[in-house]
């Protein structure tokens, strides 16, 4: 393990000596990329880039499995630096002209600014509001931040005035997941043979106030009880936290045909395929209503707040006030009936659709162009640092 743990460590000093190694005028875009998971949000601006100005990104990730690490597409240079002491040396050390990021809180944890002059732009990976899951100054360190819609402009220009803060660049980008979703998926109401039923997608966050570490087959049994068929997404934080909780669930139904537990990576399947989610404050089930234009049940468990000074913004989160707009809200208490809930929403189908279709137009920038609209953004961003490198070559 020990000499595992060595060849790694040195495969990362590797990964950061041939990111050095690139000549300073070809370090003009960099993406840094928490994990594999991460680069379905970099792509659609990625695609756009190279499509329609054929500009090249340097691409830092801290997983060596990474896919696009391993086989990076064309334009595109990959590097492996690790979560550690080299990622750690890698933000300390940048200098390029703009880096893009989806990890938040830089500056405020062991992640800081380089002293380069180096723009630091924030590519949001869920469409949620920026205060109340997050903590309190997760953006305040960013040059700009491509916004997935009004929201974000309206939450942190708030913050910004209300904590004097330096003003960021906010473009008006969108949500390119969202995009991918509405291209590969038949949007609206599932086609069903009569007598064939709904499937409903379990999909909850995680931690220990999340809809199956609370309740468990409680949230299962009542769908099933209804006639539908469920699948169980756990999110991956829960296989990894409560695996023995999974388990538990897995080996109740494991003689039910109408239950099945979904671990896959992308999930795809079982969005495309669902007709209703049952969740509870997962970013994912605004991704389920604006993706898929079908509706949500919510269970209001209680919030997940890393931010509990939130409220002083007063601005209540779209996560919040988006649910009775895209879906039904049931109380904890209310379990038993969720089958019935389940019923009456597969009912209205068609109308629901027609609410999360609205709800996504009002909501959120540039859906279905949000590539286009983000690549347009990072190539405004690379013109004012070449006019500040000429700028500072003249006054040299």
Request: glycine fraction near 8%.
């Amino acid at each position: 393990m020990v000499f595992d743990g060595l060849r790694r460590l040195r495969r990362e000093w590797r990964g950061l000596r041939a990111f050095r190694a690139v000549p300073r005028a070809e370090r003009q875009l960099v993406f840094y990329s928490e994990g594999p998971g991460y680069w379905t949000y970099f792509e659609p601006v990625f695609r756009a880039l190279q499509a329609e100005h054929g500009q090249s990104v340097l691409y830092v990730t801290s997983a060596e499995q990474d896919p696009v690490y391993r086989e990076p597409p064309a334009g595109l240079r990959a590097f492996h630096v690790g979560l550690g002491v080299v990622r750690t040396t890698f933000f300390a050390t940048l200098d390029a002209d703009v880096l893009v990021m989806t990890m938040p809180d830089l500056q405020t944890m062991h992640i800081k600014r380089s002293p380069h002059p180096v723009h630091y732009c924030y590519l949001n990976h869920s469409m949620v509001s920026t205060h109340m899951v997050y903590r309190p100054a997760a953006f305040d360190h960013f040059d700009s931040m491509l916004c997935v819609g009004p929201h974000h402009v309206e939450e942190i220009r708030k913050r910004e005035a209300q904590h004097g803060l330096r003003p960021k660049t906010l473009f008006e980008h969108g949500y390119g997941r969202l995009d991918t979703i509405l291209e590969n998926s038949h949007a609206g109401p599932l086609d069903r043979a009569p007598g064939e039923p709904g499937q409903i997608l379990v999909a909850p966050s995680w931690g220990a106030s999340s809809l199956i570490e609370l309740h468990g087959a409680a949230a299962i049994q009542p769908l099933l009880d209804a006639g539908f068929k469920v699948v169980l997404r756990p999110h991956p934080q829960t296989r990894r936290l409560n695996p023995r909780g999974l388990d538990e669930i897995a080996a109740r139904y494991a003689d039910e045909p109408r239950f099945s537990m979904d671990e896959n990576g992308d999930a795809h399947a079982s969005l495309a395929e669902s007709d209703i989610m049952v969740s509870d404050w997962s970013g994912a089930a605004l991704e389920f209503a604006f993706g898929q234009e079908r509706p949500v049940i919510f269970v209001d468990v209680p919030r997940k707040i890393l931010d509990p000074d939130y409220k002083a913004l007063g601005i209540e989160p779209l996560e919040v006030k988006i649910r009775t707009e895209v879906g039904a809200v049931v109380e904890p208490a209310e379990l038993a009936g969720l089958g019935g809930v389940a019923q009456d929403v597969m009912a209205d189908i068609g109308n629901w659709q027609l609410a999360t279709r609205a709800a996504r137009e009002r909501w959120i920038f540039n859906v279905g162009r949000s590539g286009s609209a983000g690549a347009d953004c990072l190539m405004s961003l690379l013109g004012q640092a070449s006019t500040r490198t000429q700028q500072g070559a003249r006054s040299a």
